[in-house]
């Protein structure tokens, strides 16, 4: 990144340049750097302002450059403004500071575009005539609902249809007439829909069927969709593992018609493949996926278009990718306290846990770090062996569990030259 090099009229002749104008990471130190040699006499100042408060170092300055860091504290929006006597072209510079793990979970926008009328908002349709020297009579004719297309009657469906003959086709139905207006002879036919289902548009031109018509309506309620499965409800902040399958299930029975989709948000160059199957069941279907890549995943789902408010966020973690720090020692006493250390930096994202099984319940002390481990450690209060078992994602790190033996003190035996005894 590079400020306004051409220096507008009043403006101090300072250029800033560097990777910390444009982003920052938590805990870690940005930097740019200010190149003053053509600005003259005057007093440089560097403030860097936002959610927490940033550590700020200027280095140099005696040649007219200068190297600027700042250490953003937490995650959120940070202004920076440099003067030299006055603003320097460019302030103040915006950047946003992310932890260093958020560059593994790019998410991607999706844009959903409607496919179908969603319940209760307007349908219209719009017939152009000013390519006709003659003004055109027009009149429209909505039938339904059906459930579905096969559910109605192919007489219905046919491009011979008449403005006249349309009642007498109509069984258990009744033709509504939509709102119709027109400027310039532009037409536009207004529907709103109260009921889910299939409708068809009739457009008569003097009295003729227009072409492309009867159009199909598919009327639908997304809020009517039902999912449950992974990330969804009791299953809300679970972890899962790498590389296995997840599955939902959709109740689209209320919703009317409509196609049901899945969409997928998470690390950069992951899977975005998902399975959507329908059940024996009528408009119901399991949706699956496998997840490749560890870290944090968003699922979307949708409903001819229109976004689900059920929106799964998912935390995927490769438990071979954790590494477990911990002494080859197997006794200890009791009283003396026993760490280990676990290594997620490559891991992803995912639910740690720490399980002792001993002779009696011991609390366990946690201790996440900025570079990705955790800190973990307990004291044994009574004799006994102590199981250690240590699971990242619900999938245990290590393929046996580490034993610790904890004795009394004066248990302990001491050998040696001219030694003997316990104590």
């Avoid at 008449?162 to 009744?174: A, H, N, Q, S």
């Amino acid at each position: 990144f590079k400020n306004n090099s051409s220096f507008p009229e009043g403006m101090p002749k300072v250029t800033a340049i560097g990777e910390g104008l444009e982003k920052a990471y938590v805990n870690e130190w940005a930097t740019f750097d200010l190149d003053f040699t053509q600005a003259g006499q005057g007093s440089l100042d560097v403030s860097v302002d936002g959610p927490g408060r940033a550590e700020t170092r200027i280095e140099g300055g005696k040649n007219g450059k200068a190297s600027v860091k700042y250490l953003p504290p937490i995650s959120g929006e940070y202004t920076i403004n440099v003067s030299f006597g006055k603003d320097i072209p460019g302030t103040p510079f915006i950047v946003n500071a992310v932890p260093r793990e958020a560059e593994d979970t790019i998410t991607e926008v999706v844009q959903l575009e409607a496919e179908g009328v969603k319940l209760g908002n307007a349908f219209t349709y719009m017939v152009d005539t000013s390519g006709s020297e003659d003004k055109q009579s027009l009149s429209g004719r909505i039938v339904g609902p059906y459930k579905k297309i096969n559910f109605i009657p192919k007489e219905l469906l046919s491009d011979t249809v008449t403005l006249d003959g349309l009642p007498r086709l109509l069984v258990g139905k009744r033709a509504i007439e939509p709102t119709v207006t027109e400027k310039d002879k532009i037409y536009t036919v207004q529907f709103t829909p109260t009921e889910i289902g299939v409708y068809l548009l009739y457009i008569f031109l003097n009295d003729h069927l227009a072409p492309q018509m009867p159009h199909e309506i598919y009327v639908c309620d997304p809020t009517k969709v039902k999912i449950s499965g992974c990330g969804l409800k009791e299953t809300e902040g679970n972890s899962y593992p790498v590389n296995d399958p997840l599955q939902w299930e959709a109740d689209c029975i209320h919703a009317g018609p409509g196609k049901l989709k899945a969409y997928c948000a998470g690390p950069q160059n992951c899977s975005k493949h998902f399975e959507v199957t329908p059940l024996p069941n009528e408009d119901c279907y399991t949706i699956s996926y496998i997840p490749d890549i560890p870290g944090s995943y968003q699922v979307l789902f949708a409903y001819n278009g229109y976004d689900l408010s059920d929106k799964p966020k998912l935390m995927i973690g490769d438990s071979s990718k954790a590494e477990v720090q911990i002494s080859d020692t197997k006794v200890c006493l009791v009283g003396e306290e026993v760490s280990f250390c676990v290594d997620l930096s490559a891991a992803g994202a995912g639910k740690l846990q720490a399980n002792i099984e001993g002779p009696v319940e011991v609390p366990i002390n946690f201790a996440k770090n900025k570079n990705g481990t955790c800190n973990f450690s307990f004291v044994p209060t009574e004799p006994g062996k102590y199981t250690l078992s240590i699971s990242f994602g619900n999938k245990l790190i290590t393929d046996e569990p580490f034993e610790v033996t904890a004795i009394l003190p004066e248990e302990v035996l001491v050998t040696g030259s001219g030694v003997t005894g316990k104590g």
